[in-house]
């Protein structure tokens, strides 16, 4: 190992105050692209005739091709770079987020977000994959709550912006929903190109670093890769398609997705049939309370994960939490009783999320991450179509929501049960090695 004359946390604060806050912004970006749909499904879904659930195939079709893309995606990012990949997945989804704000039918939309989930394909598993090229396993979980914080956020302003757009804004003839597409895809197609000058791909490049801190900082991610790889002498990245674990966080993974959006997307139609006196706008500024409270556990469950170096209960209990609330979401008609069991339910959501990834950091090295991370991500992420599709579905045929909430609470405790069944010593041992 390489002796260093610096903090190593300075360093890691340091390297997390330059890459994730850009990263965490263009995520907001992908985040607000993938799900201002359902701010868009108040005016849209009449405009166009969309049923419940034809609303629910539409929102979880993008993770359909999402799947698909993901693995070559993230392949084709490890050989040539974050930089130039993530600039063109930007520019690419951005471009189909302006073309649905000029779609005339439901097959229209349905196509258009098929192609927006193949354009955005590799980013999110992409940057958890960037992430392993900076910041040894130790400092994972706060690294990734940062970058989740960006989901919350996202989510935070996409209630506010979309349904003001909605509601002031009718240019050229065009409804608010439309001018909602257009004026929220241009961002990705103007920070891909910001994006192909300001990110460094890896730490050797770095300018804003010493030449003692990239020695250090390159030694000790060797260090763990070659730990890593004594615990699971595979360099063939292709295997990962038959690992037990890969599959097994995978399905832990798709639990936690399925309530994300399934909770997430249908979350402004909730609200309004809540409350049937409150505007587009009001909704968008009341959506923003659960994803305050998201940031917040996110933030502590992470912090917390990282000092202690437990990682299944801190990742499992949240989830679990979440399908408690879910389920008392449907015992109550009163608007802020309802919010705040949503708020319990988002906390618990976000909560997970941002450890979760820690968990395949510990096995996977980084020739096998590639791979590794895009099958969870891209196989976790077809809970996206299973989740909001499910409560459409379920609405149509019984003109309620209530089941769709017990299914989302289903697949959240056995999303918890699930992560508690990976081995304690899975969970902790390689870690504390790289301490």
């Not at 034809?54 to 995606?73: K, M, R």
């Amino acid at each position: 190992m390489v002796a260093k004359t610096f903090s190593e946390e300075k360093l890691m604060n340091r390297l997390r105050m330059r890459i994730v806050p850009y990263v965490m912004f263009l995520y907001i970006i992908a985040m607000l692209d993938r799900v201002n749909i359902g701010f868009a499904a108040l005016e849209m879904n009449k405009a166009l005739g969309i049923s419940a659930s034809i609303f629910g195939l539409l929102a979880g079709i993008f993770f359909i091709t999402y799947f698909f893309f993901e693995v070559p995606s993230n392949v084709i990012l490890h050989k040539v770079g974050a930089r130039r990949w993530i600039a063109r997945i930007l520019i690419s989804w951005g471009i189909v987020t302006v073309l649905i704000g000029f779609a005339q039918s439901a097959t229209h939309v349905g196509i258009l977000r098929a192609l927006l989930g193949a354009a955005e394909a590799g980013f999110y598993p992409g940057i958890i994959l960037y992430f392993t090229f900076w910041f040894p396993a130790k400092h994972m979980a706060k690294t990734v709550s940062l970058l989740m914080c960006g989901m919350a956020l996202a989510n935070l302003i996409v209630g506010p912006i979309s349904t003001l757009i909605l509601d002031n804004i009718a240019w050229l003839n065009m409804a608010g929903w439309r001018w909602l597409f257009i004026m929220e895809g241009i961002p990705a197609i103007v920070f891909g190109v910001v994006t192909w000058f300001v990110m460094t791909d890896r730490p050797e490049q770095a300018k804003f670093l010493t030449q003692e801190e990239k020695d250090w900082l390159t030694a000790e991610l060797k260090h763990e890769h070659e730990a890593k790889l004594a615990k699971m002498p595979t360099t063939n990245k292709w295997a990962m398609f038959s690992n037990f674990r890969v599959w097994h966080l995978s399905f832990c993974y798709l639990c936690y997705v399925c309530a994300l959006y399934g909770l997430g997307l249908w979350l402004p139609q909730l609200l309004r049939a809540l409350s049937k006196v409150i505007s587009n706008t009001q909704i968008g500024l009341i959506t923003m309370i659960p994803y305050a409270c998201g940031i917040i556990a996110m933030t502590l469950v992470a912090k917390r994960s990282d000092k202690t170096l437990e990682r299944r209960y801190h990742v499992a209990i949240p989830l679990a939490i979440s399908a408690v609330s879910l389920v008392a979401v449907t015992m109550t008609t009163d608007l802020w009783l309802s919010l705040t069991f949503i708020c319990i339910a988002t906390a618990g959501i976000y909560a997970f999320v941002g450890t979760f990834w820690t968990l395949p950091n510990i096995f996977l090295s980084e020739g096998t991450a590639a791979v590794g991370i895009a099958i969870i991500n891209s196989v976790g992420n077809l809970g996206g179509f299973c989740g909001p599709f499910a409560v459409g579905f379920i609405k149509d045929a019984t003109g309620s929501t209530t089941g769709g909430m017990y299914f989302l609470a289903f697949f959240s405790l056995l999303g918890a049960f699930a992560v508690l069944a990976i081995p304690a010593k899975h969970a902790v041992t390689h870690i504390k090695k790289a301490v």
